[in-house]
């Protein structure tokens, strides 16, 4: 938001952003729990090629959006790329209907890394536009707020998936879907439409050469660290996410029902992520600054990993429903993830150059992110191989979120971060 816009486009912005990451995260979670299911379906060890068939589709990828950044101003970017993803939802709805004759793991594999490269480049580029428009003191305000709307499609998303997948199908789940994404696109076009001095100036394309995200990741400070956060945090959840995808081949066969399981985990993620955004996570933005919000959700994670070491592979009673402590790790270490760090994480990026915004944090959430998941999957598949238990590799990663808390740190208060007062 910008000093010039009167408090009614301020706030009609605003309105506008929450709007949009509902939408988007509508659209999303519509879709993963038909993902996760196929790879319940086949177990963790099967993840490692998934994996590495993302990575190498984001090294390709990656370049290409760094190439429309430079080139295109934003609202053009936004409605190519959100447009793009929309065809290939309608795309796919064919394929599902012939799924039987393609085979299950043929159109999972396809699947699976479609669903990433959408959740990677949807989300990244939204708030990278939030970057874009927000300036630092509004967003430690704003952004909790416009985090809190995306966690309510977060919920919704799963819902309609759970209570129309078996009435409608799952062809229709896709143009459901496809559906949340142009209302996601709307809103994001008439929010650029408002007026403000920054407008000719955030319109722009960036400009630059289509490697300066990757460049940008290992030349400055904060975006190191943010690439070493990435590989330590982020891999914490893909190895819960892992080991759930064994638990789930071995208790749930009916591919229903391993949906439904599925679209559990989502809700009580994205519940405790909404908890967070409305409650917690404004308070210690606001008052004791994005240190506190990167640091906290490592010691979490510290925490849950320490029990997992300790109590090791077992079943616990949660409100009624009888939960396995691996699950548990995983809605905790994702709840607070999605809600504190995010909010945290990209109110520091506004103190970035716009370049470093765009292509910087784009490549650390794609190529980096994916690389963490393909490099914890294989450890995992080799200890596993090895007899490693559940309990040594909770220890390893414990001593791993411990690392992480450190430079978490360090990252939220990086030297080449700009001052606040500094409104570029």
């Known amino acids: ?23 988007v995260m509508t659209s999303y979670y519509v879709l993963r729990p038909l993902r996760d299911q196929l790879v319940g379906a086949v177990g ?26 430079a ?3 934003r609202k053009r970017m936004v409605g190519t790329s959100y447009l793009a993803f929309v065809v290939c939802l309608v795309a796919f709805v064919p394929a599902f209907v012939a799924q039987d004759r393609i085979g299950a793991k043929t159109l999972g ?20 536009v939030m970057a874009d428009i927000y300036r630092s003191r509004q967003a430690r305000l704003a952004f909790p707020f416009i985090a809190f709307g995306g966690m309510g499609g977060a919920l919704v998303g799963p819902l309609i998936t759970r209570l129309l997948v078996e009435r409608l199908g799952v062809p229709a789940m896709l143009v459901i879907s496809a559906i949340a994404l142009l209302a996601a696109l709307a809103a994001l076009l008439a929010m650029s439409s408002q007026p403000g001095e920054e407008g000719a100036a955030s319109e722009a394309p960036v400009g630059g050469s289509i ?54 985990l989502d809700l009580w993620v994205n519940g405790m992520g909404a908890v967070l955004q409305l409650t917690l996570t404004p308070l210690i933005l ?51 993830t999605y809600g ?19 292509k910087g944090k784009n ?9 963490g998941d393909l490099l914890v999957t294989t450890s995992l598949t080799a200890a596993r191989s090895a007899g490693v238990g559940i309990a040594t590799i909770g220890l390893v990663c414990a001593g791993l979120a411990a690392v992480a808390t450190e430079v978490a740190r360090r990252a939220a208060t990086s030297p080449d971060l700009l001052p606040e007062q500094l409104e570029d």
């Open 1 to 23: 938001m910008n000093p010039r816009r009167s408090p009614r486009n301020e706030g009609a912005t605003l309105a506008l952003s929450i709007i949009a990451f509902f939408f």
């Open 286 to 336: 606001r008052g004791l600054g994005a240190v506190w919000a990167m640091v906290v959700p490592t010691l979490v994670n510290f925490i849950l990993l320490g029990a997992l070491a300790y109590f090791g592979p077992v079943d616990f009673g949660v409100f009624g429903y009888t939960m396995p402590l691996i699950a548990l790790v995983m809605v905790g270490s994702r709840g607070i």
């Open 211 to 264: 490697l300066e995200g990757a460049k940008s990741a290992f030349a400055q400070p904060f975006l190191r660290y943010m690439t070493l956060l990435m590989l330590l945090s982020d891999g914490i959840g893909t190895l819960a996410y892992a080991l759930v995808a064994d638990y789930a081949k071995v208790h749930f066969l009916d591919n229903a029902v391993r949906t439904a399981f599925y679209a559990n």
């Open 71 to 73: 080139r295109f101003p």
């Open 44 to 69: 963790s060890a099967s993840l490692p090629w998934f994996y590495a068939v993302v990575l190498v589709v984001m090294l390709a990828l990656t370049p290409v959006f760094g190439w429309l950044v």
């Open 340 to 358: 504190m760090t995010k909010p945290a994480s990209d109110s520091l990026y506004t103190r970035m150059p716009r370049e470093a915004r765009y």
């Open 363 to 371: 490549f650390i959430e794609t190529a980096v992110w994916r690389f």
């Open 109 to 128: 594999i396809v699947f699976f890394v479609w669903v990433s490269v959408f959740n990677l480049f949807v989300v990244s580029l939204f708030w990278s």
